[in-house]
């Protein structure tokens, strides 16, 4: 199956040797977070989602948020996302 993230890391030049395995974060229209990586929640309300990331949490602040587990580590938020943070 095609795996749009795995095919732009594998054609990335990356000179830096950055690690690029850790999690991915793709924001449509800021309406839909999807989100491969996730470790675990840390906090969950409408208007604030929180989640642990290799080395870092993300926090996720918008209005009527719903989080969908679709795997073991992806994760979407549907609503109103408007600010996506990594602490």
Avoid: W
Wanted: proline content about 1%; overall charge positive.
């Amino acid at each position: 199956m095609f795996n749009f993230l795995n095919e732009i890391k594998q054609n990335l030049k990356n000179p830096q040797g950055l690690d690029l395995n850790g999690f991915n974060i793709i924001n449509l229209s800021g309406q839909l977070l999807y989100v491969e990586g996730h470790l675990g929640l840390v906090m969950l309300s409408k208007e604030l989602i929180s989640f642990k990331v290799k080395k870092a949490v993300i926090m996720v602040e918008g209005r009527d948020m719903i989080l969908s587990e679709l795997s073991d580590n992806t994760i979407k938020i549907t609503g109103q996302i408007k600010k996506v943070e990594q602490i």
